[in-house]
């Protein structure tokens, strides 16, 4: 079972709320969903949509067709009348003068109309748009009434949509006479989580324990401090927004050297502010999380849109050679548990993490099942043991240890000294231009990539272990990805997908015999250069010579894959 | 007891003669008589000849990047306020590069000194122009003279600074005993501290300095008045006024911080159930 | 012939000028020179050296032996006395209770007594110590006072300087009793210019035309805006100096919109703080050439020193994807050269260019041939031809063309109006969102890449076409590896080199012939972790298992690389 | 006759309401008053939605990097001093990411028109706080309410600014004739403009600022006299004064380049033989 409902609208006409009211209802009622959101970078005006998929098994991944078009403006149905199913409807606001008429699978639904009528203001007509969508499949008001005190409030704000919604409800049943199969029911006890790549991230560094965020709004990345910065009182966190990106990075590790774990956020534009900063924690080995939500670029390219471009980026950026990780989160349960796992890997590695996550993962939001926090582990890393508390003498900050990690420490009263430097540094911290302890230093650095090798996860593999057809991709895609798999696996094409979610360290130990397994395959990346490839390239030497790749700012859909691939006679 | 042995780190790798001797000994003489353990100080540094001296004194050290003295050092004393957290750098560090952190920092009123060595050039770059250089100062990089200055004083005053001090590299009781009153200020004191520098400023040298500068102190100036704290930032060229030239009473950052209320965040417990109740409101 | 001279001391002690004086002697004696320098992160003290090795033949490397060690301080003798030859000289400061006696090869010279009592002061000691050096080989008198005089001024100053040097002079054919071999007489009419990197990149630029630099003083690139702003008033060119790097390519990118041939030169750190506008360069396909001058990282690292670790972070710099140029010369003559061919790229295909030098190339000193400047042509590029010069219509600043260049304008009164966006935008360069015009301006740019490629030269094979062995290195390490080469290859080594100066676009046509060619190879760089390997690797998938790697801050020499070659049983 | 239609760009893709519109007519109509054709004017803007405000008129467009409207001004008024450059973007724009650009660019005294769409808040990127945000201002990054905010004009005062006004969108007039003046300013002119943003800022509205709003040039204000330009920058709260604030001769940056006495940089002849002269000092 599968419903696919879009909301389009300018922006300023509540198309956000409407959609996530539609995700949130059905989530309620047990159902499986995915919503994602197109909008332009404009506050009023332009067009913008979101797609709520509904169903009864797993979605990662939106569809290009659609049940039930809830149009606020007109230029939604030029727009997208075209990807309407056979049996769907266009709920439009018609009122009067309105040229369409309601017949076939066309709703002329007085949405303005209803909203003055019943809640004394047009600014409720989306409300009513949810509730005739509602009550065309005559969905339980119960669920509907909840989701709207919610989200509005119980008071008189929260009773007046609730009033929009059941005109728009009773509106559909009464006045709807095409034919439209879907008749949906609550199927569960919607215990199910609804919520964004963002949300999943904070929630994340919540549970790990982070408890400073310095960051600078930038789109997709800027609800991450929202979410947190909302929470700072109830969570006795800080979250600081200062006067750019560089002085975020740099408070971020100020505030980790002092011995919390801190994060910072940004988008492309914002993260080339922060690679010097990058290779200050890289240098100073001081553990710091920093998100890279990316979007298309170069430069300011298309703000409000998604890509995955910055990958090399993101392995290269800084001068000079340090360790870093970086992770890259197929979905919003991965979001959270690499967000633990990136604080964990900082503390233990004392390094740099960059979380790489894209608009499509971001804003899109999905259902998953609560995470369990009891499987939530806390790891600090191996820990200075101090045998003089008040000696007040320096410890080495930077031992030289075989494993290249050195037991750690923060500034506190009556512990010892702790002292790094940005410059080439001794064991204590202090500048030196030795050329031995250089030497040794970089490679006490750079030796910690080999038992972080060991940390990182192998590619998922999804479908059979050996196929005709493999197809390669990181990060956010893997919800497309896997429909594509399940859809033409279905249709008897013998497909699998390997997936990359923890990327560098490069998993080297697993990938060269999962690729050699192989016989056809596709990179499949939301770029124009194919940086995945390019990257299996430099690290096993295989080659991947087939590719599909998008980089319109818009996100894979499995239609648009299996498109690609019946080109390539697949 | 606190002792001057206390706070002997490395040889400074400075000139002979360089005012940055002056700061180091002021810094050390004003931490021992305000009996502050090594290690309850944080000194965060940039990058430039003034930035190194952390290294020749003690303390927790964090040398940073060029011009990025100041936000690691408010990273870390949000992290933890027991720290009495010193920033520490040259003019072109602070002013130059950093000086979008200088100006929020200030507004922001973190509980930080910063010590600004201000010998109106780029000493470890080997003598370029500085945003202090004074006007027409003829450097390899300005071959027909600096621009008009940037006036630190009247910037810090006029963004909002709750402590903005002048001394004097050659007059170290004077600027001992302003570290001490700018440490002992709640919220962010500035001190610029005009530093001769005998390699590549032959310009603003002891005496050039020394034949200017007078002590408001002893000049009746009311640092309370923010009119008059301005007019005092516009002197310079024929006389230069050391001393305290603003100062008022705000609440500082971190205060006004609800999260900080119960205690400092390194000191936090982990537990990951406390995000339980967050996870409930998104079912 | 060859003979090597070392100057050390402390920072302030004059090392250098007596090194560049040595240098400028032999180089205008005829002879060939190369110079380089060691020196601390300090002004005074610490301890510095200059090497000056003098051949009758082409030199591009320093080597570790010393014939005369010119010890301006006596830990210049406790750190270097090992490195001298059997019939090698070290000339030291004595004056009273000195302890080593003038014996053997010691000369004990009283160059600060010397200073005093000749030009009344100790300050001229560094000069006394050049004079001896060259009495100990009787160099031509005449020699000495023109460089003196063309380095010191004609005036007093000038003077007193002439008349220390030939105090030192007449003290070493006075005292020196000790075996010298080498009397050394100019051979040739010293046409030879002696010129360090960044000159020669300044030089490049000059000729090529540029009017516009702005950067920010980092070592090592500072001397290039140093060496441009002493010829600003000359030239009418403009060298500005702003609050620091960011504002730099800023100001690079506004000149070069505006017309302008501009540019920007800077280290890693400065240069981490340039790649947003690296990207605005990109996005809106403006000309601009950018110098990073390498020194160890990550972070400050050690600022005075070299380095060749930036090359994959200069490759990926930037969020998004778009074509760009990074070119890596050799020595001071491709420095030249390739500072031309910098300006001339990035005007022809609109795009950022990154000349990727390091310390070891911006300050050594070299003799070359007087570059030919009728050689130097200036393609500015395919231009926009108005056909109404006075429409003030907006013109397509970023038409679509087969070879992705479009006919480019700049902004002058009475021609159409020019518009480019940071954002993504349309053929006017008018902001957008729509994907199909997203996707074709991709690539579009993308596109440039391919005729691009053609402009980029195959390495350098140095040697035999085949061999048993084979070096693989870029950029400043060539003349260390060239002598390798004739070193090896005189004892009978079979051995060749492949050289990279113009690295990206990847000289993918020749490349993968040349290296299929190799039997056991050898990349040699100055960093940690391979990156020229990585990059062959990810191009052509050829994985060079064997490399020479030294990151501890400074350059090769042959002898050392021949030193691991032979670990290796070569 | 250069008329208003030569000035219609793009429908502008801002709020209806916004005070954007406001500042694009009175932009227009002072490029109208002042007889400036469009390709002799070129627009720099970073980003943000004032920063768009270049596509809805016409001109020359270099639409930067956010926080990044000043230096590619800066660059292309240095290599062609003919156009009349004007420099657009907001608050967070100007004053967050790119103060430090700001404030050099006001000392260096650059030849430019430097507006700023002062609608304390960050409109583009929906509601954050600026750093013009009123004190104790509430949003999802502020939510115990901004910080003391930076004033733009005392900074500009402090910077050694030689023209700083205030205006307000909601009074095209006023706006357009101080944009006539800014434009005729030899020097950095600073345009700090009131702008109401009616989709996030819902404090400082247009009838908050029209009830504070004075014109200081009904009010005797002297703009020559710093002290009295830096007094007037304090006020706020009560009420505020629009007007040329503060005013001096000085030489522009352009003025002071010695390169530039031959002529526009991009108007010159390529000549590689040039450096020959250059050349023959290194042999
Ligand atoms: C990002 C960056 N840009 C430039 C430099 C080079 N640099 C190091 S110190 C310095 C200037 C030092 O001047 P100042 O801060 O006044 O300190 P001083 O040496 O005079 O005490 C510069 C430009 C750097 N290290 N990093
Ligand atoms: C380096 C960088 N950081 C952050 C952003 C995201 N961003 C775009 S506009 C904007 C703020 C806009 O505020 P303001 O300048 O006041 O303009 P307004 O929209 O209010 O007119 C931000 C933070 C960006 N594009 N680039
Ligand atoms: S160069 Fe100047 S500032 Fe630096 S140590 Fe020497 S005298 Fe001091
Ligand atoms: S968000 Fe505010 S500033 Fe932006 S267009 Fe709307 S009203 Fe104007
Ligand atoms: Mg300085
Ligand atoms: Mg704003």
């Not at chain 1, 490069?506 to 770029?527: A, D, H, M, R």
């Amino acid at each position: 079972m599968n419903l696919n409902i879009m909301v389009g609208g300018e922006a300023g006409q509540g198309v956000q709320s409407v959609g996530f009211l539609l995700a949130k209802a059905f989530a309620r009622g047990g159902y499986h969903v995915f919503a994602d959101q197109d909008y332009e970078s404009r506050v009023r005006g332009g067009h913008n949509f979101y797609r709520v998929r509904i169903s009864d098994s797993k979605v990662g991944a939106i569809t290009e067709t659609v049940d039930i078009l809830l149009a606020l403006n007109n230029e939604s149905i030029s727009l997208h009348a075209e990807k309407m199913t056979d049996s769907g409807v266009i709920v439009f606001n018609g009122g009067e003068g309105q040229e369409i008429q309601n017949t076939g699978n066309l709703l002329n639904a007085p949405l303005e109309a209803l909203s003055i009528e019943q809640a004394g203001s047009k600014l409720m007509a989306n409300t009513v748009a949810f509730g005739v969508a509602m009550g065309l499949i005559h969905y339980e008001q119960k669920i509907i009434k909840e989701v709207l005190q919610e989200h509005f409030g119980t008071d008189e704000i929260g009773e007046k949509n609730v009033v929009a919604a059941i005109s728009g409800y009773d509106y559909a049943i009464r006045k709807f006479n095409g034919e439209f199969g879907s008749i949906l029911n609550s199927i569960g006890d919607g215990n199910k989580m609804l919520l964004n790549g963002n949300e999943a991230i904070a929630l994340g560094a919540i549970a790990a324990g982070c408890t400073f965020m310095a960051a600078y709004p930038m789109t997709p990345a800027s609800s991450i401090m929202e979410y947190l910065a909302g929470k700072s009182e109830e969570l006795g966190l800080v979250v600081i927004q200062p006067e750019d990106e560089i002085s975020a990075i740099n408070m971020a590790i100020g505030a980790a050297f002092a011995g919390t774990r801190a994060m910072t956020a940004t988008s492309g534009g914002g993260f080339c502010l922060m690679v010097e900063g990058l290779g200050l924690a890289g240098m100073t080995e001081t553990p710091l999380v920093v998100v890279d939500a990316q979007r298309p670029g170069p430069a300011i390219g298309l703000a409000t849109r998604t890509e995955q471009s910055d990958l090399q980026f993101a392995i290269h950026a800084s001068h000079g050679e340090f360790p870093r990780v970086v992770l890259a989160p197929a979905n919003v349960e991965e979001a959270f548990w690499l967000s633990v796992k990136a604080f964990n890997l900082a503390d233990k590695y004392q390094l740099p993490v960059i979380l790489l996550t894209d608009q499509h993962l971001a804003s899109s939001y999905s259902t998953v099942d609560k995470f369990d926090l009891s499987q939530v582990s806390i790891d600090r890393g191996l820990l200075y043991e101090e045998d003089q508390a008040t000696s007040m003498e320096v410890y080495n900050q930077h031992k030289i240890t075989h494993s290249g990690i050195s037991p750690r420490a923060w500034p506190l009263p009556d512990h010892a000294l702790v002292v790094t430097d940005s410059h080439e540094h001794d064991e204590e911290g202090h500048l030196t231009e030795d050329a031995n302890t250089r030497t040794r230093m970089m490679l006490k650095r750079l030796r910690k990539s080999e038992s972080l090798q060991e940390e990182i996860a192998s590619p998922h593999v999804y479908g059979p272990d050996k196929a005709e057809i493999t197809l390669i991709g990181w990060g956010s895609t893997y919800g497309a990805l896997r429909e594509t798999v399940d859809i033409l696996g279905g249709r008897g094409v013998d497909i699998n997908l390997i997936h990359f979610s923890e990327i560098w360290p490069f998993p080297i130990q697993t990938v060269p015999e999962l690729l050699n397994n192989t016989k056809q395959s596709y990179v499949v990346e939301n770029n124009a250069t194919g940086q995945l490839a390019q990257l299996i390239r430099s690290e096993t030497g295989i080659k991947i010579t087939s590719s599909i790749l998008k980089f319109d700012g818009r996100p894979f859909t499995p239609s648009y894959i299996i498109e690609k691939l019946k080109e390539e006679g697949i | 007891m606190i002792q001057l042995a206390d706070y002997t780190g490395a040889t400074p790798a400075w000139c002979p003669g360089c005012g940055n001797f002056g700061i180091l000994t002021a810094l050390n003489n004003a931490l021992v008589a305000l009996e502050i353990e090594p290690n309850k100080v944080l000194m965060v540094s940039g990058i430039g000849q003034a930035a190194k001296l952390p290294h020749y004194t003690r303390g927790n050290i964090l040398n940073s990047l060029h011009g990025r003295a100041l936000p690691p050092a408010i990273g870390a004393k949000i992290a933890n306020p027991e720290l009495t957290v010193i920033a520490v750098g040259g003019d072109g560090d602070g002013y130059g590069e950093g000086a979008n952190h200088f100006i929020n920092a200030i507004r922001r009123n973190h509980d930080i000194t910063y010590l600004v060595h201000n010998n109106q050039v780029y000493g470890l770059t080997k003598g370029q122009a500085s945003p202090t250089s004074d006007f027409g100062f003829i450097t390899k990089t300005t071959p027909h003279g600096a621009d008009i200055p940037l006036n630190p004083i009247a910037l810090a005053v006029a963004a909002n600074g709750t402590f903005v001090a002048r001394s004097f590299a050659g007059d170290i009781d004077h600027l001992s005993q302003l570290i001490i009153k700018g440490i002992q200020h709640r919220g962010f004191a500035l001190l610029d501290i005009l530093q001769p520098c005998v390699s590549f400023n032959h310009k603003n040298t002891y005496s050039w300095y020394r034949e200017r500068v007078y002590d408001l102190d002893l000049n009746g100036h009311n640092p309370e008045n923010k009119a008059d704290a301005f007019a005092k930032s516009q002197e310079w060229e024929e006389s230069i006024p050391i001393g305290l030239i603003y100062r008022e009473d705000r609440a500082t950052y971190e205060e006004r911080l609800p999260a900080l209320k119960r205690g400092a965040l390194v000191q936090r417990e982990f537990d990951p159930m406390h995000a339980e109740k967050l996870l409930n409101r998104f079912l």
